[in-house]
């Protein structure tokens, strides 16, 4: 059984048009962003077999999803993370999980990628602290 890594390296593979590079290109500025993320594969059903990739530190920071027209990057904690260069569009679950969504041509903002993702780790190990008690 292949790791999560392989995993995600086969959907890119199996998408090699400007979707699959357009998913390494955000893979690797997560990556970037924060070494210690945990890559896993969630949500495989048979409308989409190779499942969704998951980038986890301290919970989930972002899923990666390869749709039809568009790579979308989905922030569950979206709505409590600092976005100043407004890269985050439509809010969906609940108003709590914002998207980034690329469509061909576009380009990655590295720079407010890279805070986004460093905000949301931040944001999950800070929740995942124990409070010291009253």
Request: proline residues 8%; hydrophobic residues 40%; negative net charge.
């Amino acid at each position: 059984m292949p790791n999560p890594g392989e995993e995600i390296d086969e959907l890119i593979a199996k998408t090699p048009d400007w979707r699959g590079a357009s998913l390494a290109e955000l893979r690797r500025i997560i990556h970037d962003a924060d070494p210690e993320i945990i890559e896993e594969v969630k949500w495989k059903r048979p409308s989409n077999p190779m499942g969704a990739p998951v980038f986890e530190h301290g919970g989930v920071v972002c899923v990666a999803n390869i749709l039809k027209e568009r790579v979308r990057l989905s922030f569950p904690a979206g709505l409590s993370l600092p976005d100043p260069q407004k890269i985050l569009s439509a809010v969906t679950d609940g108003n709590k999980t914002r998207i980034i969504d690329l469509y061909e041509g576009d380009a990655v903002d590295e720079s407010a990628l890279t805070d986004l993702v460093r905000a949301c780790v931040e944001r999950n190990l800070a929740k995942a602290k124990p409070s010291r008690g009253k």
